[in-house]
């Protein structure tokens, strides 16, 4: 057997250090030779634009501000460049570059990088490829059917009128946990035909999202356990010994969500009168294909509520938080509301989307705050170029949404707030993109939208929307939203 002295095995693991500092670094700078200002370097050893991240944070309160200001600071930039202990990253925001990178979906894969993705996510639609994808879209196209959109209303408007009952007003509320709940309860129902009882002195849907979130944000939490433990065994599945406790107990509040789930389905299975639901047609399409398991279907529906939930809820976040700094837009948006529904229960799917000016107010909250500013990493499948960039195999993607939004070439003024600029707005589709674009776009959007307006409508009918506190840092967790999660309060309207 080899034996390697101390000094050996200490002189083994600086080279590797080096190696992984220095190989991204000369890289970066060659790349910053051949395409000179057109790239804008993001580099620090190991973790790359997190630093930039954190001065965001600092500096602006605000993360993603260096990504907001390319435009006006830096209008040369086309490619910004960072690396990870992984290899190096290339974002693009250019609307042709991603153009061609959204209609060549074949040069790419969705990331591996999701901490214990392959448990949670990987048999989701938003990480599948090829026929799997194929296959699990055409199924759940079905359930996103207008006809099948305009059937929840009733169920929406229900859960706003109980949520919003419980609210304490004029004390801090948590305003992205409300909607949430009603947003994943709303899919639940689509998916299973049924609710599901608590777990951890939570609702299930609360627990499910506390424990994703908790799972994913571990690479924050502990970096240098989970960057050593993906060098040494990649980004799959590790061995027992290396998870920590932290992450075992996490692991195992998520095994008791997939037996619920399981349990759930193998009931659904005995049934002999099947609700028409997601689920039914699931079980249906995975009998006829031995290649579909019983964990693609929990998988899809643990995919649908964490990006359901999460992107909805946030959005409507961001909504409350643009209500509450621009009051003008309260008092604007309830007077069309009065004009166009009267009450409540005159909201129906006939008229849910008749006003443009709720549309507007959406879009601009969406060009403004977008919770998803990044897409899902792509890993690049072969050798080849985007624009005059060069990409080499196993090299990362990502597409950045905010310079796009905040450049004043497609938007006038974009630092301000003014949701009447889309009454004129005739914008290029791959500038302006909260659902992403072509055949791989974000297949709930006309849902989340419905919501988004059912969700606004009861609430500025009902109340005034007030920041608790002027100063908010916009941060990530897991999508791009407001630190504090209690940064709204509530103020009943007398009738």
């Not at 080899?2 to 600086?14: D, G, K, M, N, T």
């Not at 090829?130 to 996103?144: H, I, T, Y």
């Not at 003024?413 to 005739?426: G, H, K, L, Y």
Request: proline share 4%; with cysteine.
């Amino acid at each position: 057997m080899f034996q390697f002295s101390f000094l050996e095995i200490v002189l083994y693991l600086v080279l590797i250090l080096a190696l992984l500092i220095l190989k991204p670094l000369f890289q970066m700078l060659i790349m910053k030779i051949k395409y000179g200002r057109k790239m804008h370097m993001m580099y620090f050893p190991l973790l790359g634009r997190i630093i930039e991240f954190s001065r965001g944070i600092k500096k602006h309160n605000d993360l993603l501000h260096f990504e907001k200001m390319i435009p006006q600071q830096h209008p040369e930039i086309e490619i910004v460049v960072s690396n990870t202990f992984l290899g190096l990253t290339h974002v693009f925001f250019k609307p042709e570059h991603i153009k061609f990178i959204l209609q060549n979906q074949d040069l790419y894969k969705k990331t591996s990088k999701v901490l214990f993705g392959e448990r949670m996510l990987y048999k989701g639609l938003a990480f599948q490829d090829g026929e799997d994808w194929k296959l699990a879209r055409n199924v759940l196209s079905k359930s996103f059917e207008f006809e099948q959109l305009r059937a929840r209303i009733p169920l929406i408007k229900r859960l706003c009128e109980e949520k919003f009952q419980q609210v304490q007003e004029e004390e801090p509320i948590d305003i992205i946990n409300i909607s949430g709940n009603i947003v994943g309860e709303v899919i639940t129902q689509s998916f299973f035909s049924q609710s599901f009882k608590d777990l951890n002195g939570k609702t299930f849907l609360s627990e499910l999202v506390d424990v994703m979130i908790n799972i994913i944000s571990q690479y924050r939490e502990a970096p240098i356990r989970c960057m050593t433990r993906t060098f040494i065994f990649g980004t799959r599945d590790y061995p027992n010994w290396t998870i920590a406790k932290v992450e075992q107990k996490l692991l195992a509040r998520l095994q008791r969500i997939k037996d619920m789930l399981s349990d759930s389905i193998k009931e659904r299975q005995m049934m002999q009168n099947k609700p028409a639901d997601f689920l039914t047609a699931y079980i249906n399409t995975i009998q006829q294909n031995p290649k579909l398991t019983e964990e693609h279907a929990i998988q899809q529906y643990i995919m649908l509520i964490f990006a359901g939930i999460d992107t909805t809820s946030n959005l409507f976040g961001a909504c409350c938080y643009a209500l509450s700094i621009h009051p003008e837009w309260q008092t604007k948006l309830r007077e069309e509301i009065q004009k166009q529904y009267g009450t409540y229960e005159q909201l129906n799917s006939d008229n849910i989307n008749i006003s443009s000016l709720i549309t507007n107010f959406i879009n601009e909250c969406m060009r403004m705050y977008t919770p998803v500013p990044y897409f899902i990493e792509r890993e690049v499948k072969q050798d080849h170029k985007v624009g005059d960039y060069f990409l080499k195999k196993n090299s990362e993607v990502s597409l950045c949404l905010f310079p796009n939004n905040y450049d004043p070439k497609n938007f006038k003024d974009p630092f301000t707030f003014n949701p009447e600029r889309w009454n004129q707005q005739n914008i290029d589709p791959f500038i302006f993109l909260p659902f992403s674009i072509g055949k791989r776009n974000c297949i709930g959007q006309h849902m989340a939208l419905m919501e988004i307006k059912c969700l606004l409508i009861y609430l500025l009918m009902n109340f005034e929307v007030n920041l608790t506190s002027e100063k908010q840092v916009w941060t990530f967790k897991f999508v791009y939203t407001i630190q504090d999660e209690k940064f709204i309060q509530l103020k009943r309207i007398v009738k």
